[in-house]
């Protein structure tokens, strides 16, 4: 067989044009050239013509949102700096004086501060609401509701939110719903298709999932992310292209990494509940949990094993211990697990809500939420399940000393 000349192996030189590199190269450059005057007034003319200047966009930014949108369902997506960015260029996008937000109950601490301290300073409101109960949710709306902010998985209790009712609702409202998917994934929830108008995750925890990089994402149709680029690049909110780079190279990994650790999660949660140190285990995985069966419906099962095919509840699994912050502290020093205020890592990890995200919860909402200084918040990571046991074990039985 001969070749053509365009296969001939030596016509290729030394240079890599035109051929395909096994990862995207990472583009570090602040500014392209423009080479002529007319050129660059019409790469400036509208975003998307051209990379011009980085704050602008850049094209591992522009790889990265295509994964996300993609991961997602959704045909447009924003990386921002922080998980926080995402949010604030929502708030920002849409929002103005006199709106109202509705917000669960049950969020990340500083996604409060930003909707109820620093939105007050712009004249927004927020309504903090109970979203597990539709009626109690249905009351919190007012005629200026314009955003309803909820989590998939709440942190500690790992709540589940019912998306689509939640999501029929802010629509008869005139509303829009954002989902933060960040203690999910698109691998275990993709809320866009259960009715959410957009979601957002920290890609700083499980999406990226090597604790290296700090990174948020938003995703939604066109017509509702249509202001996003303009919030995103006028308030300056945007992503630099390493971290951009290393958090599409997490995501390639991410559904074995989800799944692997949901597995473990589950054996994990069971074998806390059989603990006599272990007074509550909080994980929708176990019959126990009030949102069990409604997990199974807006939470995926695994793909990896379609023979086997078993629902995933998330890595997350919070528990409390009999002798309180002391147990904590004690069982944080016998193990080999260490105490990160963080989630989503490849390894597993502690944290403790009362003296970290939970922090500044006032005393009665603590009680109501079912955390003391015994609660304990675990991430799992993609070690063995015999791992993760045999190290919680190993610091259960410090407890006894
Ligand atoms: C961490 C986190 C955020 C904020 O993300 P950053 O990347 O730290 O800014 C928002 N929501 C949830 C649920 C989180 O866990």
């Given at each position: 067989m001969s070749l053509s000349n365009d296969n001939?192996?030596?016509?290729?030189?030394?240079g890599s044009a035109g051929r395909r590199p096994s990862s995207p190269p990472i583009q570090l450059a602040t500014v392209h050239a423009c080479r002529t005057t007319s050129e660059a007034d019409y790469l400036l003319e509208e975003p998307g013509r051209g990379y011009v200047y980085q704050r602008d966009g850049h094209p591992n930014a522009d790889d990265l949102a295509r994964s996300c949108a993609e991961l997602h369902g959704g045909e447009e997506a924003s990386i921002t700096s922080s998980g926080m960015a995402a949010l604030a260029s929502v708030v920002l996008a849409h929002l103005t004086q006199g709106d109202h937000v509705v917000a669960s109950e049950q969020l990340y601490g500083k996604t409060f501060s930003l909707l109820e301290s620093e939105g007050a300073r712009f004249g927004i409101e927020c309504t903090r609401t109970d979203i597990n109960d539709l009626e109690t949710f249905r009351s919190a709306f007012r005629p200026n509701t314009k955003l309803v902010v909820i989590e998939t998985i709440s942190n500690p209790q790992l709540r589940v939110a019912q998306i689509d009712a939640l999501a029929r609702i802010s629509r008869e409202a005139g509303a829009l719903l954002l989902v933060d998917n960040t203690f999910a994934t698109p691998a275990v929830c993709q809320p866009l298709t259960l009715g959410a108008d957009l979601v957002m995750e920290s890609l700083t925890k499980l999406m990226n999932g090597h604790g290296d990089v700090t990174l948020g994402c938003v995703v939604g149709a066109a017509a509702v992310m249509s202001r996003m680029h303009d919030v995103v690049t006028t308030w300056g909110l945007g992503a630099d292209p390493f971290s951009c780079w290393l958090a599409g190279r997490g995501l390639k990994t991410l559904s074995l990494r989800v799944e692997q650790a949901n597995r473990t999660a589950l054996q994990v949660a069971e074998f806390l509940d059989s603990q006599a140190a272990v007074t509550q285990v909080d994980f929708?995985?176990?019959?126990?949990?009030?949102?069990h069966d409604l997990a199974k419906r807006i939470l995926r099962e695994t793909t990896l094993d379609a023979r086997n095919s078993a629902s995933l509840f998330g890595n997350m699994v919070t528990f409390r211990l009999a002798g309180g912050e002391q147990s904590a502290d004690r069982l944080f020093a016998s193990t080999d697990i260490p105490f990160f205020p963080s989630l989503g890592d490849t390894s597993t990890s502690f944290s403790h809500p009362v003296s970290t995200s939970h922090r500044r919860i006032a005393p009665e909402m603590r009680q109501r939420l079912g955390i003391d200084g015994g609660t304990v918040r675990l991430s799992v990571g993609i070690e063995s399940s015999e791992w993760v046991i045999q190290a919680l074990g190993k610091g259960l039985v410090a407890l006894d000393d």
């Amino acid at each position: 067989m001969s070749l053509s000349n365009d296969n001939d192996p030596k016509a290729v030189g030394r240079g890599s044009a035109g051929r395909r590199p096994s990862s995207p190269p990472i583009q570090l450059a602040t500014v392209h050239a423009c080479r002529t005057t007319s050129e660059a007034d019409y790469l400036l003319e509208e975003p998307g013509r051209g990379y011009v200047y980085q704050r602008d966009g850049h094209p591992n930014a522009d790889d990265l949102a295509r994964s996300c949108a993609e991961l997602h369902g959704g045909e447009e997506a924003s990386i921002t700096s922080s998980g926080m960015a995402a949010l604030a260029s929502v708030v920002l996008a849409h929002l103005t004086q006199g709106d109202h937000v509705v917000a669960s109950e049950q969020l990340y601490g500083k996604t409060f501060s930003l909707l109820e301290s620093e939105g007050a300073r712009f004249g927004i409101e927020c309504t903090r609401t109970d979203i597990n109960d539709l009626e109690t949710f249905r009351s919190a709306f007012r005629p200026n509701t314009k955003l309803v902010v909820i989590e998939t998985i709440s942190n500690p209790q790992l709540r589940v939110a019912q998306i689509d009712a939640l999501a029929r609702i802010s629509r008869e409202a005139g509303a829009l719903l954002l989902v933060d998917n960040t203690f999910a994934t698109p691998a275990v929830c993709q809320p866009l298709t259960l009715g959410a108008d957009l979601v957002m995750e920290s890609l700083t925890k499980l999406m990226n999932g090597h604790g290296d990089v700090t990174l948020g994402c938003v995703v939604g149709a066109a017509a509702v992310m249509s202001r996003m680029h303009d919030v995103v690049t006028t308030w300056g909110l945007g992503a630099d292209p390493f971290s951009c780079w290393l958090a599409g190279r997490g995501l390639k990994t991410l559904s074995l990494r989800v799944e692997q650790a949901n597995r473990t999660a589950l054996q994990v949660a069971e074998f806390l509940d059989s603990q006599a140190a272990v007074t509550q285990v909080d994980f929708p995985g176990l019959v126990s949990h009030p949102d069990h069966d409604l997990a199974k419906r807006i939470l995926r099962e695994t793909t990896l094993d379609a023979r086997n095919s078993a629902s995933l509840f998330g890595n997350m699994v919070t528990f409390r211990l009999a002798g309180g912050e002391q147990s904590a502290d004690r069982l944080f020093a016998s193990t080999d697990i260490p105490f990160f205020p963080s989630l989503g890592d490849t390894s597993t990890s502690f944290s403790h809500p009362v003296s970290t995200s939970h922090r500044r919860i006032a005393p009665e909402m603590r009680q109501r939420l079912g955390i003391d200084g015994g609660t304990v918040r675990l991430s799992v990571g993609i070690e063995s399940s015999e791992w993760v046991i045999q190290a919680l074990g190993k610091g259960l039985v410090a407890l006894d000393d």
